[in-house]
């Protein structure tokens, strides 16, 4: 019973929604990048660098958005460095993505024993509020979960919306499709499969700090190390579930952020406290790889995704 | 621009693209250690002497590249037959928890027996961790990567949890460790008096097995045919699910005697920070060694030595300990760029 | 001649030399092509047919020479300007995206990326109307994935006309075509020239140049060696200047078939994707006999081939070999049974390209002594025998330890055909054994396949060369979205009676009659 109360409460579905929204942006960055037929593993540590790079910027003193707009930066630098190494040099994406993440965290974690040598404690940032929507935010349970929250988590659906219809009603989205699909058919078209895929790569990098800087700016205020904690990595797994179509995936990351609400809640009834909190906190790692499983007869796969295009190869 | 294979490269080609990216590598160190306020002409030099200028940092170095030993074994054999096993840190976890809970006490048996019982069950352990991504893979095709990823942040919650629970130690005043190894459990030194333990033997040992089995049998035959074709592996008629498990198991288990070593032969007990990230240097070691196991000896002790060199020169520096992870990243990315170029050329069109 | 040198010249090659490390893929080619008229490119597998057209189009760039379109200098190495000027080109692998539909992969490229949307039901009226102009029935909505290999060749078209191509290059287009589809295709280009355009067509068939061109260019080891105006000439001279030597078709002895050494009885698999599974297929595999197996590509060879050799196993029906049933169907119990298997893809299937001779050529074999003995190999065993099979079937190669990805794919194939015939097969499953090699080898790996045919052996010779499935095979069948049609004897159809089976035709009048 106590399990109904909760699912039927306003507050558990707002924090689901809050929890959902890093979650939306990095897995919506990781699905242009695999659309255009890159797997990016650099996704965890873009993550970091973005968390670190929005916080930095409001903690010295400029707007919010414009902490947004260098987490973007930043995270599309380190997407430039994937798409460059992996794409025209066609080097394994498994090894550079991974590359990636520990240079993005490591040189983050540096940063941040420069910028702040001596603090124990991480200071906070004024950061981004709820801002309820007039009338709307009004509606019984649905109102306060999806309309009282911060403007970046109504960015993240307008996000999804865009790219739903840059994918499908779009020449950029049809060439984006196309270059994961068969990129000579790309290239037969005039178009530049490289330049495609990099700047998929790097929007979709530039998404995945967005989705670290919600983290900063929107959660906890404040940034810590192994803040990130595997979400790059359910993000991936999250990419596969919604079969790599914005809106199914956007359904993927809402549930899994349910369930990850929903499991908070309970650790504290009193069923919870009998369970080590562990369990708890595994259940979001477990639910991806059982997603995996489901997911994986039935999804379509980019044709070409990981697959080098070498112009001109004999 | 695009990339054409080159037929013959010259030895020139072969060995300056490598050296070039470590000097890179250095150069970005140095710059990073100014930006710190050292002095970036002597990073160099001060990571050198960390890591190998005494006695002291020297067996300090062979220490940390023993466990980078077996996980980049782990990561070479699995790479060798494309199982993307990202999950070392896992294995190695189990390992060492089967260590504690053998060697704690359980067993009452002299050393001569019980330390290999222990090895052989961590092996197990470990295995058993990759043998289920594995057969997701060939059981349902699910991506391995993100499976082996997912089941580090498992396992290292797992042990969390023993180590508050069952594998508590009484006396530990309420930090979450184990008990102490009993003495009969803990790896001797190889030589009295100097701090350095047997894992580093087995792990050499390790190295010359794997590369006898990748040359010399007809599984690590059938480990390069599935890795380098998987289609023509199975035209041919190699069992690929069957090698690819089999990979999982040996894999595994390195990964898992990674813990053993660190358990048995340095900590002495488990804590949650047994691994500083071992399993996942792992794939630096491998790939620096282009997945040769003789490479992954000669590579892991030069990770080793960036590790130990790096933390010495940012002590006495003052700049911040991550630079070693920097610099890693940095060869690693560098590295994989220089071999790819000694073997194409860049066509501009 | 005369005539000819009046039009317009719209397309002009210059002295197009091209070199692939020490290889000479072009050597000096130059070529004009006037407006109204097809040509065509004639010349073997690597004659650099397929590397002058994409240097024309811009995926190359050349060592020297020059490229004009109207008149104008096409700057190199680049595929946009070459379809700005109005050149369209029809690749021998299809570059479709299957995710996409027709009219999607048609306008991609054609509009500026960076635009909200675009006009679909423009873009499909265009596509309708030129699909009226030209005979290229394809419906615009259609999910390329969905569509047959003569449909995606279609969209092909469709693309370069869309684009208002004034050229187009038609890169072995028939290749995947029954006889039938290819009359259309001529039928095609016929309208196109009506309508002004000028076709590049490029085959080693001669009989389709004979039929189509109305100037032949023949290409022999990357130079030009003839041209010829195709009225003034014939298939023999042709296949001459292409080969540069005579041609003797290979000589086939009279043999009498043995006893059935495999029995295939109401076989059915499962489809794989778009391509068809078989369909209760029945077929008896002979001592001393080779049956060819004639059809369109991709209408179940590759489900019988695959089943043969062991990769599949029926989902009704039964395998039956000389004497027993075998109980479990996989590659390893094919091979030793006795079938000796040439893959469709010597290169992705046949051989793996970062080994060596030595590990390709035991592939098959390596669990077995002398090779491997209680899991351990023997390395020297298995270098004996890749050494025997470089003298015994010359494969041309520095020595055993080179890698295979450096061989020729003569060579290649010679190195397979050592390794599954020095097991003294029973069976010879030969699918595609030709494809893309010279003449030399061609008739290396055809003369084998007669001597284990004299031998004693079945052979099955699947090919979508009915020239060669015609000359070399005892029996034909045809096989048609994975329906099997009766054997013909030697010499008892032709070529164009093969193909009305090849489209599909008689399989059920067949059924009919059989009822």
Same mark, same amino acid.
């Given at each position: 019973?106590?399990?109904?109360?909760?699912?039927?409460?306003?507050?558990?579905?707002?924090?689901?929604?809050?929890?959902?929204?890093?979650?939306?942006?990095?897995?919506?960055?990781?699905?242009?990048?695999?659309?255009?037929?890159?797997?990016?593993?650099?996704?965890?540590?873009?993550?970091?660098?973005?968390?670190?790079?929005?916080?930095?910027?409001?903690?010295?003193?400029?707007?919010?958005?414009?902490?947004?707009?260098?987490?973007?930066?930043?995270?599309?630098?380190?997407?430039?460095?994937?798409?460059?190494?992996?794409?025209?040099?066609?080097?394994?994406?498994?090894?550079?993505?991974?590359?990636?993440?520990?240079?993005? %965290?490591?040189?983050?974690?540096?940063?941040?024993?420069?910028?702040?040598?001596?603090?124990?404690?991480?200071?906070?940032?004024?950061?981004?509020?709820?801002?309820?929507?007039?009338?709307?935010?009004?509606? /019984?349970?649905?109102?306060?979960?999806?309309?009282?929250?911060?403007?970046?988590?109504?960015?993240?659906?307008?996000?999804?919306?865009? =790219?739903?219809?840059?994918?499908?009603?779009?020449?950029?989205?049809?060439?984006?499709?196309?270059?994961?699909?068969?990129?000579?058919?790309?290239?037969?078209?005039?178009?530049?499969?490289?330049?495609?895929?990099?700047?998929?790569?790097?929007?979709?990098?530039?998404?995945?700090?967005?989705?670290?800087?919600?983290?900063?700016?929107?959660?906890?205020?404040?940034?810590?190390?192994?803040?990130?904690?595997?979400?790059?990595?359910?993000?991936?797994?999250?990419?596969?579930?919604?079969?790599?179509?914005?809106?199914?995936?956007?359904?993927?990351?809402?549930?899994?952020?349910?369930?990850?609400?929903?499991?908070?809640?309970?650790?504290?009834?009193? =069923?919870?406290?009998?369970?080590?909190?562990?369990?708890?906190?595994?259940?979001?790692?477990?639910?991806?790889?059982?997603?995996?499983?489901?997911?994986?007869?039935?999804?379509?796969?980019?044709?070409?995704?990981?697959?080098?295009?070498?112009?001109?190869?004999? | 621009?695009?990339?054409?294979?080159?037929?013959?490269?010259?030895?020139?080609?072969?060995?300056?693209?490598?050296?070039?990216?470590?000097?890179?590598?250095?150069?970005?160190?140095?710059?990073?250690?100014?930006?710190?306020?050292?002095?970036?002409?002597?990073?160099?030099?001060?990571?050198?002497?960390?890591?190998?200028?005494?006695?002291?940092?020297?067996?300090?170095?062979?220490?940390?590249?023993?466990?980078?030993?077996?996980?980049?074994?782990?990561?070479?054999?699995?790479?060798?037959?494309?199982?993307?096993?990202?999950?070392?840190?896992?294995?190695?976890?189990?390992?060492?928890?089967?260590?504690?809970?053998?060697?704690?006490?359980?067993?009452?048996?002299?050393?001569?027996?019980?330390?290999?019982?222990?090895?052989?069950?961590?092996?197990?352990?470990?295995?058993?961790?990759?043998?289920?991504?594995?057969?997701?893979?060939?059981?349902?095709?699910?991506?391995?990567?993100?499976?082996?990823?997912?089941?580090?942040?498992?396992?290292?919650?797992?042990?969390?949890?023993?180590?508050?629970?069952?594998?508590?130690?009484? +006396?530990?005043?309420?930090?979450?460790?184990?008990?102490?190894?009993?003495?009969?459990?803990?790896?001797?030194?190889?030589?009295?008096?100097?701090?350095?333990?047997?894992?580093?033997?087995?792990?050499?040992?390790?190295?010359?097995?794997?590369?006898?089995?990748?040359?010399?049998?007809?599984?690590?035959?059938?480990?390069?045919?599935?890795?380098?074709?998987?289609?023509?592996?199975?035209?041919?008629?190699? /069992?690929?699910?069957?090698?690819?498990?089999?990979?999982?198991?040996?894999?595994?288990?390195?990964?898992?005697?990674?813990?053993?070593?660190?358990?048995?032969?340095?900590?002495?007990?488990?804590?949650?920070?047994?691994?500083?990230?071992?399993?996942?240097?792992?794939?630096?070691?491998?790939?620096?060694?282009?997945?040769?196991?003789?490479?992954?000896?000669?590579?892991?002790?030069?990770?080793?030595?960036?590790?130990?060199?790096?933390?010495?020169?940012?002590?006495?520096?003052?700049?911040?300990?991550?630079?070693?992870?920097?610099?890693?990243?940095?060869?690693?990315?560098?590295?994989?760029?220089?071999?790819?170029?000694?073997?194409?050329?860049?066509?501009?069109? | 001649?005369?005539?000819?040198?009046?039009?317009?010249?719209? *397309?002009?090659?210059?002295?197009?030399?091209?070199?692939?490390?020490?290889?000479?893929?072009?050597?000096?080619?130059?070529?004009?092509?006037?407006?109204?008229?097809?040509?065509?490119?004639?010349?073997?597998?690597?004659?650099?047919?397929?590397?002058?057209?994409?240097?024309?189009?811009?995926?190359?760039?050349?060592?020297?020479?020059?490229?004009?379109?109207?008149?104008?200098?096409?700057?190199?190495?680049?595929?946009?300007?070459?379809?700005?000027?109005?050149?369209?080109?029809?690749?021998?692998?299809?570059?479709?995206?299957?995710? +996409?539909?027709?009219?999607?992969?048609?306008?991609?490229?054609?509009? /500026?990326?960076?635009?909200?949307?675009?006009?679909?039901?423009?873009?499909?009226?265009?596509?309708?109307?030129?699909?009226?102009?030209?005979?290229?029935?394809?419906?615009?909505?259609?999910?390329?994935?969905?569509?047959?290999?003569?449909? @995606?060749?279609?969209?092909?078209?469709?693309?370069?006309?869309?684009?208002?191509?004034?050229?187009?290059?038609?890169?072995?287009?028939?290749?995947?075509?029954?006889?039938?589809?290819?009359?259309?295709?001529?039928?095609?280009? @016929?309208?196109?020239?009506?309508?002004?355009?000028?076709?590049?067509?490029?085959?080693?068939?001669?009989?389709?140049?004979?039929?189509?061109?109305?100037?032949?260019?023949?290409?022999?080891?990357?130079?030009?060696?003839?041209?010829?105006?195709?009225?003034?000439?014939?298939?023999?001279?042709?296949?001459?200047?292409?080969?540069?030597?005579?041609?003797?078709?290979?000589?086939?002895?009279?043999?009498?078939?043995?006893?059935?050494?495999?029995?295939?009885?109401?076989?059915?698999?499962?489809?794989?994707?778009?391509?068809?599974?078989?369909?209760?297929?029945?077929?008896?595999?002979?001592?001393?006999?080779?049956?060819?197996?004639?059809?369109?590509?991709?209408?179940?060879?590759?489900?019988?081939?695959?089943?043969?050799?062991?990769?599949?196993?029926?989902?009704?029906?039964?395998?039956?070999?000389?004497?027993?049933? /075998?109980?479990?169907?996989?590659?390893?119990?094919?091979? #030793?049974?006795?079938?000796?298997?040439?893959?469709?893809?010597?290169?992705?299937?046949?051989?793996?390209?970062?080994?060596?001779?030595?590990?390709?050529?035991? *592939?098959?074999?390596?669990?077995?002594?002398?090779?491997?003995?209680?899991?351990?190999?023997?390395?020297?065993?298995?270098?004996?025998?890749?050494?025997?099979?470089?003298?015994?079937?010359?494969?041309?190669?520095?020595?055993?330890?080179?890698?295979?990805?450096?061989?020729?794919?003569?060579?290649?194939?010679?190195?397979?055909?050592?390794?599954?015939?020095?097991?003294?097969?029973?069976?010879?499953?030969?699918?595609?054994?030709?494809?893309?090699?010279?003449?030399?080898?061609?008739?290396?790996?055809?003369?084998?396949?007669?001597?284990?045919?004299?031998?004693?052996?079945?052979?099955?010779?699947?090919?979508?060369?009915?020239?060669?499935?015609?000359?070399?095979?005892?029996?034909?069948?045809?096989? #048609?979205?994975?329906?099997?049609?009766?054997?013909?004897?030697?010499?008892?159809? %032709?070529?164009?009676?093969?193909?009305?089976?090849?489209?599909?035709?008689?399989?059920?009048?067949?059924? %009919?009659?059989?009822?």
């Amino acid at each position: 019973m106590e399990i109904l109360d909760i699912l039927i409460s306003a507050s558990f579905w707002t924090a689901a929604i809050r929890i959902a929204s890093p979650l939306i942006f990095a897995t919506m960055g990781e699905l242009i990048c695999e659309r255009a037929g890159v797997l990016n593993l650099g996704i965890e540590g873009i993550m970091v660098v973005g968390a670190f790079a929005g916080w930095m910027t409001v903690y010295s003193g400029y707007g919010l958005w414009t902490g947004v707009g260098v987490a973007m930066l930043s995270g599309m630098l380190f997407g430039l460095m994937h798409g460059i190494l992996t794409v025209p040099f066609g080097l394994s994406q498994h090894v550079v993505g991974l590359g990636i993440t520990l240079l993005a %965290t490591s040189l983050t974690y540096f940063s941040y024993r420069l910028a702040l040598p001596e603090v124990t404690s991480p200071p906070k940032i004024e950061a981004f509020q709820p801002l309820p929507i007039p009338i709307l935010s009004e509606i /019984p349970v649905i109102g306060p979960a999806l309309f009282t929250q911060t403007p970046l988590t109504y960015l993240a659906f307008v996000l999804v919306l865009v =790219l739903s219809l840059v994918l499908y009603r779009t020449p950029v989205g049809l060439a984006l499709r196309a270059a994961g699909e068969n990129p000579s058919a790309v290239d037969a078209q005039g178009l530049s499969v490289s330049g495609i895929r990099i700047g998929a790569v790097m929007v979709g990098s530039g998404l995945m700090a967005v989705g670290g800087a919600f983290l900063t700016m929107s959660a906890f205020n404040s940034f810590f190390f192994e803040m990130v904690n595997g979400r790059g990595w359910i993000c991936i797994a999250l990419v596969v579930f919604g079969a790599w179509k914005p809106s199914k995936a956007l359904l993927g990351a809402i549930l899994f952020a349910a369930f990850d609400a929903l499991q908070i809640r309970i650790q504290q009834t009193p =069923l919870g406290a009998n369970v080590p909190y562990q369990v708890f906190l595994m259940m979001p790692y477990l639910l991806s790889i059982l997603a995996l499983v489901v997911m994986s007869r039935r999804a379509e796969v980019p044709a070409a995704l990981m697959v080098a295009f070498n112009k001109g190869e004999r | 621009m695009r990339l054409e294979p080159i037929a013959n490269p010259t030895v020139t080609r072969t060995l300056s693209l490598p050296l070039l990216a470590l000097t890179v590598t250095v150069f970005v160190a140095s710059f990073l250690a100014m930006l710190a306020g050292a002095n970036p002409f002597s990073v160099l030099g001060l990571i050198i002497d960390g890591a190998v200028g005494s006695k002291f940092a020297a067996l300090e170095t062979l220490n940390r590249a023993t466990p980078l030993i077996f996980t980049g074994l782990a990561v070479a054999v699995a790479f060798r037959a494309r199982l993307w096993n990202i999950g070392a840190e896992a294995q190695l976890y189990a390992g060492a928890v089967l260590t504690v809970l053998l060697g704690t006490g359980a067993l009452a048996w002299p050393s001569g027996l019980l330390l290999p019982t222990i090895a052989i069950c961590a092996m197990f352990a470990g295995a058993l961790v990759l043998l289920l991504p594995a057969y997701l893979k060939t059981r349902f095709g699910v991506d391995e990567v993100v499976t082996t990823l997912l089941f580090n942040f498992v396992v290292l919650l797992l042990v969390s949890m023993l180590l508050e629970g069952v594998l508590k130690d009484p +006396m530990g005043m309420g930090w979450p460790k184990s008990a102490r190894l009993i003495p009969e459990a803990r790896l001797p030194r190889i030589v009295e008096g100097l701090r350095l333990h047997w894992g580093f033997g087995l792990a050499i040992v390790s190295a010359a097995v794997v590369w006898m089995i990748q040359t010399r049998t007809t599984l690590g035959y059938e480990m390069r045919a599935v890795g380098l074709n998987q289609k023509a592996a199975q035209f041919a008629g190699i /069992p690929v699910n069957t090698v690819l498990i089999k990979t999982a198991l040996l894999s595994g288990g390195l990964a898992a005697l990674a813990g053993f070593s660190e358990v048995a032969g340095l900590k002495g007990n488990l804590t949650l920070d047994l691994s500083p990230g071992f399993g996942y240097t792992g794939i630096i070691v491998a790939m620096l060694a282009f997945l040769n196991p003789i490479g992954v000896v000669v590579s892991a002790l030069f990770v080793a030595g960036i590790f130990v060199g790096a933390d010495s020169m940012s002590r006495a520096a003052g700049v911040p300990t991550y630079i070693a992870d920097i610099m890693l990243a940095t060869a690693l990315l560098l590295m994989v760029l220089a071999i790819m170029l000694t073997r194409f050329r860049i066509v501009r069109e | 001649m005369a005539k000819q040198s009046e039009a317009q010249v719209v *397309l002009r090659l210059d002295r197009i030399t091209k070199t692939f490390g020490a290889l000479v893929a072009n050597d000096a080619v130059s070529l004009d092509l006037h407006k109204g008229e097809v040509i065509a490119l004639l010349g073997e597998n690597g004659a650099g047919k397929t590397t002058l057209m994409n240097i024309l189009f811009g995926h190359y760039t050349a060592d020297t020479g020059s490229v004009e379109v109207f008149g104008q200098e096409l700057p190199p190495g680049n595929p946009r300007a070459a379809l700005a000027a109005g050149v369209g080109m029809v690749h021998q692998h299809f570059t479709l995206a299957d995710n +996409m539909t027709v009219l999607e992969n048609i306008v991609l490229g054609t509009q /500026p990326l960076w635009r909200l949307g675009f006009d679909r039901s423009a873009a499909r009226a265009r596509i309708i109307k030129l699909s009226g102009d030209f005979g290229l029935t394809v419906h615009p909505d259609a999910r390329v994935g969905a569509l047959s290999v003569g449909e @995606r060749q279609r969209v092909e078209i469709l693309k370069a006309l869309y684009r208002d191509a004034r050229i187009l290059i038609l890169d072995e287009p028939t290749a995947v075509l029954t006889p039938q589809e290819t009359d259309d295709l001529f039928a095609t280009m @016929r309208k196109a020239v009506d309508l002004g355009l000028s076709v590049v067509f490029i085959s080693h068939k001669l009989h389709e140049v004979m039929a189509i061109s109305s100037r032949v260019l023949v290409l022999r080891h990357g130079r030009l060696v003839a041209e010829v105006l195709t009225e003034g000439t014939d298939r023999h001279v042709l296949a001459t200047l292409m080969v540069g030597e005579e041609v003797t078709p290979p000589k086939v002895a009279d043999s009498t078939a043995g006893p059935a050494l495999m029995r295939l009885q109401n076989v059915s698999t499962a489809d794989q994707g778009s391509a068809p599974g078989l369909k209760s297929l029945s077929l008896d595999l002979r001592a001393g006999q080779i049956i060819g197996l004639a059809g369109v590509s991709g209408n179940g060879q590759s489900a019988l081939a695959d089943m043969i050799g062991g990769l599949t196993t029926p989902l009704s029906g039964t395998i039956a070999l000389e004497n027993s049933e /075998p109980v479990n169907w996989t590659p390893r119990a094919a091979v #030793s049974a006795g079938i000796a298997r040439i893959p469709e893809d010597r290169h992705k299937t046949g051989t793996i390209a970062d080994f060596d001779l030595t590990e390709n050529a035991i *592939l098959e074999n390596y669990s077995e002594a002398p090779y491997s003995r209680k899991g351990w190999m023997n390395w020297q065993k298995a270098e004996d025998f890749s050494k025997h099979i470089i003298d015994t079937y010359d494969v041309r190669c520095p020595g055993p330890q080179t890698r295979i990805r450096l061989l020729s794919g003569g060579n290649m194939q010679k190195l397979i055909l050592g390794r599954v015939l020095e097991q003294s097969p029973s069976i010879i499953l030969a699918n595609q054994p030709v494809r893309g090699l010279d003449i030399g080898a061609v008739s290396y790996v055809h003369s084998r396949l007669l001597d284990a045919r004299a031998g004693g052996a079945a052979v099955l010779l699947i090919s979508e060369d009915l020239e060669e499935i015609m000359a070399l095979s005892d029996v034909i069948h045809v096989i #048609s979205e994975g329906r099997l049609s009766p054997g013909f004897p030697r010499g008892s159809k %032709t070529a164009a009676e093969l193909g009305v089976w090849m489209a599909g035709h008689g399989f059920d009048e067949e059924a %009919t009659n059989a009822a």
